[in-house]
């Protein structure tokens, strides 16, 4: 297996759209996916042999786009630094935390962290022996006026916003198959070219450039595997079918196909994100239909002492599961160790500067108050139908109390505490379903006991940064906004149970 290097340098504002959103808000990967990089390959290979109408006839077309035998990895963010030395961020695996109160960074995948409480670290980073480097993809948000399709002109009070990926950076991936398609596939393309790539890409968005480093393949690297026990990092989604043919995040399964391809693999431990991919084909105009997947960051420990070693060089060489031409399926044997870590995140560095010294008008804090308090709805509907998934079903509570308590939901809602209180004032009865009720931490009873500062918790993401700074460029606090979270506390129980209904009828 053989290897090019390419890179994706942003020179517009870039949406990728992302799976999570409302909708007055598209939010953004903060990463190019591999599909979409296959997309500007083979558009600009229509291109430059004229076969627009009739390219799936081309061999090299059919065989490198369509057969896969050339396999193209998403783009993650690249750095450089002081030194020269180049880094390629991939997503920090689910294992490594950091512990809240010490600040220190933990790898679970082989440290006991249990006395004290540890919160993922969710960025990308570049992981070299015991130090953690982390780098995040700098994000804007843009607002717009919502359009008028019909009349063509823009809707009077409505506005929706852009998360995008912003100019000025650089995005590394590989592009690997054998040395000869490498080799024809060089001989086609120039170095460097001007694309466009995500949404909106007609208007004032995605603009790109597309560099080929390598000016020969080389061969992928790979890993020398002595030791019985060893890390297998997934630094993709990744697709697997079970026996059924339906894609699947169990680990059990995982595990299936793993000994399927090397006799004699056990998992004996396991960090897994589950997630969902739904791509978009812009040549179909349509969704590729949705796939159940284990998300990249998602770290497996190994037992391979029943094996042959020398075959485990099929995870890398050949990507595991589904569509690994499209970027799915790409991993790396041993990134993780038993030393201990260090975060460095001077990458993130940034010249500070200083603020225009003039007042906001107060129409305008109004409209990007309206703006912030639409995306923690939209954020909190999506945590209240993420966290009722979270309840095993065998267990779940039947419709008749499930429909009482998100109209107590609705009713309840004078303060915070008016609906946990009426909880402990329901029947033996309903209060024992509640307690058979559990996700893998806590009762059903004691979760809605617990749930508190919704603000706070939504702020608290990752992918809350742009709108968290902005709060702070107005001078608004929405966490102090007690009518707002009382609206919000009454929306969360009610998507909460009436999702939950339906799983039940399902």
Known sequence: MHKLRYHITTKAPLVISARHGDMNMTATEKYIPGGTVLGILAGRFMNKKNITDNAHKNE???????SGNLKITNAYIYTKNDYGDEFVNFPVPVSIQKQKYEENIVDLLYFDATDTQTQAVNTFCKLDEDTLYTKNVKTSLNFHHARDRIKGIPEQGKIFN????MPVQIFEGEIQGSKDDLESFSSIYEKSWTAHAGRSKNTQYGEIEFNILSNKPVLVEQADITDDEVSLTLLSDT???NEFGYSTADKKEFENYLSDRVKGIKITKSFIKKGDVETFTGIWGLKKPSETCFLAGSVFLLD???????????FWENGIGERTHEGYGICKLCLQ???????????????????PERTLPEQTKEILVKIIKNYITGQVQL????????????????NSLAGKLQAM????????DDFPDSIEKLKKTAKNNLENCYNKDKT?????KNKKDLVVSVMGFRRSDQVKNLCKEIDYDPAIDTEFEKKLYKLYFATFFSMMRKRKKN
């Open 444 to 448: 059903l009873f004691n979760f809605i």
């Open 60 to 66: 090299d077309f059919y065989n490198w786009f369509l």
């Open 409 to 416: 939901a609705k009713d309840k809602g004078k303060d915070k």
């Open 239 to 241: 697709i697997i079918y």
């Open 383 to 398: 945590k209240a139908f993420e966290e009722q998934e979270g309840f095993k079903t065998a267990t779940l509570i039947p």
């Open 337 to 355: 160790t038993e030393k201990m870590l260090t975060q460095d995140e001077s990458q993130d560095k940034q010249v500070e500067f200083p603020k």
């Open 304 to 314: 391979i002492s029943e094996t042959d070693k020398n075959n485990l060089k099929k």
């Open 162 to 165: 852009y998360e995008s990926i």
